[in-house]
């Protein structure tokens, strides 16, 4: 097995991920044109998207790591226009895009125009939560994109399994497609709820923070094979088993934190990069068999498909919004009354992606009775020319729409205020528990030694507070920066000498090792510290 290909889509998409930070161009959109600069230079392998790996390897993680960041109360908090998107949207979008590719494209089957909308109905987890994040969307948008985000592929993927069911003949019927989205619904979410609590209570057992990462990487996967194991859906299975993880991580050991959020980081660093990167090396593959679809023909059913699939968005997202206000007077006391900004924004946030893709991709070539799929490489390339124009058209000026339409952003004030209120409560609550044990005789320490443990618990109480001062007027830095500055100095300066006597053979490596990672993790608590 030649590995290079694999090892350059990794560290190209990683090297233009990493400079796309320092870009106006959301990163995402760099990735895919990067992919499809790179598809046509000499030498470069065919990338193909296996739906075998992308679907089972690559979906479980990036759902996890979206998962686990997500608030559990606040998609519950937000549960019913989640819904209305992650399902009800989803399955309008399949009918919507279906009955309109039928119509423009000549001699293509409802069937197969079924199996179009639903490969192209489910905007994309990554491409949401990357953009929400860079453009910095008000809270509850971003929650309810990320919720529609987290379950709107197990809708699709049961809308695409029905309706490609019916298109290779296997006799498919309305009875029977609800049933099976019953199935991979309700047993997607009870898998979940199965395997959760035993799964959180290793997380809490386990003594070793490497045997509890390990768990940690093997969960998504185990989730997602169980679930897809009796036909109900993987997808909810891992979202429901990382959203119960992420609520009750404080319960976890601190070791195992601390390794858990480096090691997510990276995993997901390294497969949204890749990810995006894929998108755009599929457009030689894409492009091969269109026959005579080639040309205008092909352009104009490509913008027909991805005008409609932004369209049918409008059209749900603000009947969606305001008709279950206008008919529920408890929803009326509950909830502010929504303008129309928000489902605006809402309904533009529709960016396609890699799972589009590695669905289109495992259409079947032939049906039952030997033909060929009917219009497969068309349905390819409308799905690719659908997910790279939301990415372009929706993810470039996403940014420029939540600026214009002057929505208000997270309250950074009021977020310090709530965050310095709740430090308080915590540290009177600490200080009142260190007095209990420091009066206990089995706990007696040195009086300098006690002194040291309440002025950290002083200085966490106070390091909030000191973020809302006034900047230093010398130096610009506000107090927690020249805290931070100062703390990493001074533990560079300890750093120096320890290794200044390794290289003189007072210590061996072993023990810098071990005064090292002391002292790493005493750089981590003052920067922490210091928010």
């Excluded at 049933?179 to 199965?194: S, W």
């Excluded at 200044?500 to 005493?522: A, C, P, Q, S, V």
Aim: proline letters at 6%.
């Amino acid at each position: 097995m030649d590995v290079m290909p694999l090892l350059l889509l990794v560290a190209g998409s990683a090297a233009i991920a990493a400079a796309g930070r320092r870009s106006p161009v959301p990163t995402p959109l760099l990735l895919v044109a990067a992919g499809l600069a790179v598809s046509y230079v000499p030498g470069v392998p065919e990338y193909t998207l296996d739906p075998h790996i992308v679907l089972p390897l690559l979906l479980p993680p990036l759902l996890h790591t979206a998962a686990t960041d997500s608030s559990y109360l606040d998609l519950r908090a937000q549960l019913r226009p989640v819904m209305l998107l992650s399902v009800g949207y989803v399955l309008f979008a399949t009918f919507t895009v279906g009955w309109v590719a039928y119509l423009v494209v000549p001699d293509l089957p409802l069937t197969a125009a079924l199996v179009l909308g639903a490969v192209v109905a489910p905007p994309d987890a990554v491409a949401a939560t990357a953009v929400a994040r860079r453009v910095g969307l008000p809270s509850r948008i971003t929650t309810i994109l990320q919720g529609e985000s987290l379950v709107n592929d197990a809708t699709a993927i049961t809308a695409y399994r029905v309706a490609l069911a019916a298109a290779v003949g296997e006799g498919a019927t309305w009875a029977g497609g609800i049933g099976e989205f019953l199935l991979a619904a309700v047993g997607g979410i009870g898998m979940g709820l199965v395997l959760m609590v035993p799964i959180h209570w290793l997380r809490t057992h386990l003594k070793e923070a490497l045997l509890q990462n390990t768990l940690s990487l093997l969960i998504p996967f185990v989730a997602y094979a169980a679930a897809e194991q009796v036909h109900a859906s993987g997808v909810l299975a891992v979202v429901v088993v990382a959203l119960h993880l992420g609520h009750r991580a404080w319960e976890v050991d601190f070791a195992t934190r601390l390794q858990e959020e480096a090691v997510w980081k990276m995993v997901a660093f390294v497969l949204e990069s890749a990810v995006f990167a894929l998108i755009g090396l599929q457009l030689p593959v894409v492009l091969k068999g269109l026959g005579e679809y080639e040309g205008s023909r092909a352009a104009w059913y490509a913008f027909a498909v991805f005008l409609v699939v932004v369209v049918s968005r409008f059209v749900w997202v603000y009947p969606a919004t305001f008709l279950p206000r206008m008919l529920s007077a408890r929803i009326r006391e509950r909830e502010d009354a929504p303008t129309w900004k928000a489902p605006f924004v809402i309904s533009w946030a529709g960016m396609r992606g890699v799972v589009s893709l590695a669905i289109a991709f495992s259409i079947p070539l032939t049906v039952h009775g030997g033909e060929d799929f009917p219009e497969r490489n068309l349905i390819l390339f409308l799905t690719f020319t659908t997910v790279i124009g939301t990415l372009v058209v929706q993810g470039v000026t996403l940014p420029s729409l939540v600026r214009l339409l002057n929505l208000p952003g997270r309250d950074a004030q009021a977020e310090t205020l709530a965050e310095a209120n709740a430090q308080a409560q915590a540290s009177r609550a600490a200080e009142r528990r260190l007095e209990e044990l420091l009066s206990d005789e089995r706990n007696a320490l040195p009086e300098p030694l006690a002194d040291r443990l309440r002025a950290v618990v002083e200085r966490r109480r106070n390091s909030v507070w000191e973020r809302l001062g006034q900047a230093n007027p010398v130096t610009g830095e506000s107090v927690d920066d020249t805290y931070r500055r100062l703390s990493r100095e001074v533990i560079g300066a300890e750093r120096a000498v320890f290794v200044k006597l390794r290289d003189g053979r007072y210590i061996d490596d072993e023990m810098l090792r071990t005064l090292l990672r002391r002292l790493d993790l005493e750089e981590a608590a003052a920067y922490r510290e210091a928010g």
